[in-house]
C-alpha cells in the first residue's frame, strides 16, 4: 500500500486530551464545585499536548484531524468519518483510527435542538432542574422499560464495522481500539480484524509492568490520561506504527 498522507482520529474525551494540562475541567468533591475551563470541551478543541497532537508534531507533512469528542459515543465516530468525507477528499492515503468508547452511550436528539442528536451515557440525565422535566423523565423511562445493553453492543459493532469496511473499500488504512473491559462479547463477533487493533489508552499500562504508583502519575485527578501519559502512549503504541506507515 502506499504511504499515508493524512490521519484522521476519532474518539471521545481520552482522545481528546481531556486530563491534560490545558484541557483540566472536572467536578472536586472535596471543593464541591468544578474546577478548570470547560469552554475548550464545549468548543470541541482537543488538546495540544493529546498524542493525535504529538503525532502532527512529530510529522509534519502528515495532515492529522484529530475528530474526538469529550463524552462520544461510538455510533456518532462513525457519523463523524462520514461527514468528514463529504468535506475532505476521500481520495488521499488516509489512516482512520477508530477509539471507541464504551457500549452504554448512544445518541438521542438534544433537549436544545430539535434537529440535532448527540451522544448520552446511559442513566446519566443532562439536567434535574430547569425546563427539560419531560425531556429528563423520557430519558429515565427510556433506561427503566427501553435500553438493554445488546442495542449498545449493537451499536459498538456496527460502528466499527462499518468504519473498518469504509476503509476498505476507499482503501484507506485502519486501526481501532475498544475498552478492555467492556462487553467482552464484541470480541468474537469482530474477531476477524483484530490485527488492527491497538490498545486503548483508558487504562492503559504506561508503565509496561504494571506499576501501580507509575501510572497513576499518568493520570489527572479525573482520572483522564494527562500528557505525561500521552506522550508515553504516542511513544510505544502510535509512534512506531505511523513510522510503518510512511
Known amino acids: 500500500m502506499s504511504a499515508i498522507d493524512r490521519v484522521i482520529v476519532l474518539g471521545d474525551s481520552f482522545t481528546f486530551g481531556h486530563g491534560c494540562l490545558d484541557r483540566i475541567y472536572y467536578y472536586d468533591e472535596d471543593l464541591k464545585k468544578f474546577v478548570g475551563d470547560s469552554k475548550p470541551m464545549e468548543q470541541c478543541i482537543p488538546s495540544e499536548?493529546?498524542?493525535s497532537a504529538l503525532l502532527q508534531k512529530d510529522f509534519p507533512k502528515l495532515k492529522v484531524h484529530n475528530l474526538s469528542q469529550p463524552g462520544h459515543c461510538n455510533q456518532?465516530?462513525?457519523?463523524?468519518?462520514?461527514?468528514?468525507?463529504?468535506?475532505?477528499d476521500y481520495n488521499l492515503n488516509?489512516?482512520?483510527i477508530f477509539n471507541g468508547?464504551?457500549?452504554d452511550r448512544i445518541e438521542v436528539r438534544t433537549m436544545y435542538h430539535l434537529d440535532q442528536v448527540g451522544p448520552w451515557a446511559i442513566g446519566w440525565e443532562y439536567m434535574t432542574t430547569g425546563d427539560f422535566k419531560e425531556y429528563i423523565n423520557a430519558q429515565k423511562y427510556y433506561t427503566k422499560y427501553l435500553y438493554h445493553e445488546k442495542i449498545g453492543l449493537n451499536l459498538t459493532m456496527s460502528s466499527v464495522l462499518g468504519a473498518y469496511s469504509y476503509c476498505t473499500l476507499k482503501k484507506h488504512r485502519f486501526l481501532y481500539s475498544l475498552p478492555e473491559n467492556d462487553h467482552p462479547e464484541i470480541k468474537p463477533n469482530i474477531s476477524y480484524i483484530t490485527d488492527y487493533e491497538i490498545p486503548k489508552i483508558a487504562a492503559y499500562d504506561f508503565s509496561g509492568i504494571d506499576d501501580y504508583q507509575f501510572n497513576v502519575t499518568c493520570e489527572a485527578k479525573d482520572t483522564h490520561t494527562n500528557e505525561k501519559g500521552h506522550q508515553i502512549y504516542y511513544e510505544k503504541e502510535i509512534k512506531p506504527r505511523i513510522e510503518k506507515m510512511l
Open 49 to 51: 499536548y493529546c498524542w
Open 76 to 88: 456518532g465516530m462513525f457519523r463523524d468519518l462520514l461527514d468528514f468525507y463529504i468535506k475532505y
Open 94 to 96: 488516509d489512516l482512520i
Open 101 to 103: 468508547t464504551y457500549s
